[in-house]
């Protein structure tokens, strides 16, 4: 469990400090979709029946109207679960150009939104052809898109916390999500959370703890590239909702 100490030490952490060459991504005259007409709801139950579409395992997929510059052998290798409007997911795919970054979201709209972004970006700047996102479950469908032993990292930022105790069952981190997690990890992929609920750090990481496939990696076995995810992870548009500044919860796990 990283602590307080951590926190510190991402604050003073530049988002890029070995990437000279990075920009905002959002530049004036980039014509950009709006959030603003993409309102949905802001909580999907996760339990409920719904037709995705899914296939009926990865090689069925046609990945390349996702990637369409794509190698024959090229996979997803980093996943963002619940990337919400994809800002995080974006700079993601800066920091790693020769991996495929797959965002997924529960939220069709929101969803909608952030393939409308890629897209604008694509046409207008000739990038981002190594990033994509899919409407989906993560909670049921994680192995209809991404095979055994296929990803390098996870990341599940600020997941609803769905505080009542009746709703528990909601809560995407559970025993099956983190056992199909550490199946689909390669040995030494890591797996990061992020959340401003103690209670629902404390959740996640006794489930990811109990995972005989999964070791906490220490504060001090953090290398520069973890800083600058984490950092990266604390400037998405959740985390810094709010005019108060909060306390950040962060764990990191790794597939042995």
Not at 24 to 43: A, E, G, W, Y
Not at 102 to 117: H, P, T, W, Y
Not at 158 to 173: A, G, H, L, M, S
Request: glycine content about 2%; proline content about 5%.
């Amino acid at each position: 469990m990283l602590n307080t100490s951590l926190n510190r030490t991402l604050s003073r952490c530049s988002l890029f400090p070995h990437h000279k060459n990075f920009t905002l991504i959002s530049k004036p005259n980039l014509s950009l979709p709006r959030s603003v007409k993409f309102k949905t709801r802001q909580h999907v139950n996760p339990l409920k029946n719904t037709d995705y579409g899914q296939p009926s395992s990865p090689s069925s997929y046609c990945w390349s109207k996702h990637f369409p510059h794509m190698k024959e052998d090229d996979r997803v290798s980093i996943l963002d679960i619940g990337c919400g409007h994809g800002k995080f997911l974006l700079e993601l795919s800066r920091m790693y150009p020769d991996h495929l970054l797959l965002g997924m979201e529960i939220r069709q709209k929101v969803a909608q939104f952030v393939d409308e972004s890629i897209q604008a970006r694509r046409d207008t700047e000739s990038k981002y052809f190594n990033v994509s996102v899919i409407w989906t479950n993560a909670m049921r469908y994680l192995r209809s898109y991404i095979s055994e032993q296929q990803l390098l990292k996870v990341f599940i930022n600020f997941p609803d916390p769905y505080f009542k105790r009746r709703q528990f069952k909601r809560r995407f981190v559970n025993q099956k999500t983190v056992s199909d997690i550490a199946d689909l990890l390669r040995k030494d992929g890591r797996i990061y959370t992020i959340t401003d609920v103690k209670d629902l750090h404390d959740w996640n990481h006794s489930f990811m703890a109990k995972n005989p496939y999964l070791e906490p990696v220490s504060e001090e076995d953090l290398q520069q590239p973890d800083l600058e995810i984490l950092s990266l992870m604390k400037q998405t548009d959740e985390a810094l909702k709010g005019e108060i500044e909060k306390e950040m919860f962060i764990s990191v796990f790794q597939k042995i």
